[in-house]
């Protein structure tokens, strides 16, 4: 197979390209480099042995349909996208920009180049507006009112994968994402809460909690979703999958995990909740379950432990570091 990943320097798409690699696909990467950085790719280019092409290039140009038709993918795995909710209610003009333009240009590459898949990365999060409590976890096919811009942008590119479908014959895999966390993630940015605390906690600095921390998520663990895409890449067609754990976890109890874990006994600080946040959120994994053989299998108190030494490592700490290591073999389904 050849595949190719936007947003492939990106959190999950670093992780994506590793395993893509791992298993002999020769690897495009598209990114900007806006989020994602070449550290992510450093184990990628230290291995690939000439089986990964970099190029920077931002989804929005027209170029991207020309690099697709001269590469010719025999999978698209589309995970480049503007994922910030605050971002997306501060400039919605923008976030329509790179999620529904960028994801129209993938599709044209696609078409033109006679691409078998486009694997895109949507969001559980947003995606299902705010299901009332009854409906949780939520299932693909409850009727979608999205509450931010960010969450009416996926749905309208899912729009597209199934017109293209209609239309081109052009093949998708939607992924629903829930709360995707790990190694890796960004601890700077406004998204990726755990990496956030994480980063916070080994640092010693104070936590700081959007609300009264009730909300509740989807954690799921970044490897178990990379296995979810490379699944999608030849099963699910034309359909839209949830990619996450089906249980509920508030901030507070995710905060009193890692601090427990982290050795921090320090209680953390409340301010007023953001604009466009879901209060509550879990998706419903079983027709990824029947359609990809897909499941979780990552404890949250394992993939939080992975991340505090991840950055713990990064920043020459990571003796008080308690948890199992971050590196485990998955046990088939």
Known sequence: MRAMVTGG???????????????????DVVDD??????TNLADARATAAGALTIHQMDIREPELIELIARRRPTVIFHLAAQASVPTSVSRPVFDAEVNIIGTLNVLEGARVA????????ASGGTL???PPPEQLPVQEGYFAH?????????????DYLIAYRKLYGVEFAALALANVYGPRQDPHGEA??????????????????????????DFVFVDDVVDAFVRAASRGGGLVCNVGTGRETTINELYRTM??????????????????DVLRNS?????????????????LSDGVAAVLRSVAETQGSRDDIQGHPTQRKRSSP
């Open 192 to 217: 990726g809460v755990v990496a956030i605390f994480a980063e916070r906690l080994i640092s010693g600095k104070p936590v700081t909690i959007f609300g009264d921390g009730e909300q509740t998520r």
């Open 128 to 130: 299902y507006g705010e």
């Open 259 to 276: 601090a427990k874990i982290a050795g921090v006994q320090r209680e953390p600080e409340h301010v007023a909740p953001r604009p466009g």
């Open 33 to 38: 480099f806006s989020s994602g950085t070449l």
């Open 283 to 299: 998706l419903d994994p079983q027709r990824a379950r029947i359609q990809l053989g897909w499941r979780a299998w990552t404890e």
């Open 9 to 27: 320097a990106g959190f999950i798409g670093s992780a994506l390209v590793d395993r893509l690699l791992a298993e002999g696909h020769q690897t």
């Open 146 to 158: 999205p509450t931010s811009p960010y969450g009416v942008s996926k749905k309208a590119a899912i």
């Open 114 to 121: 006679g691409t078998d898949r486009v694997v895109f990365a």
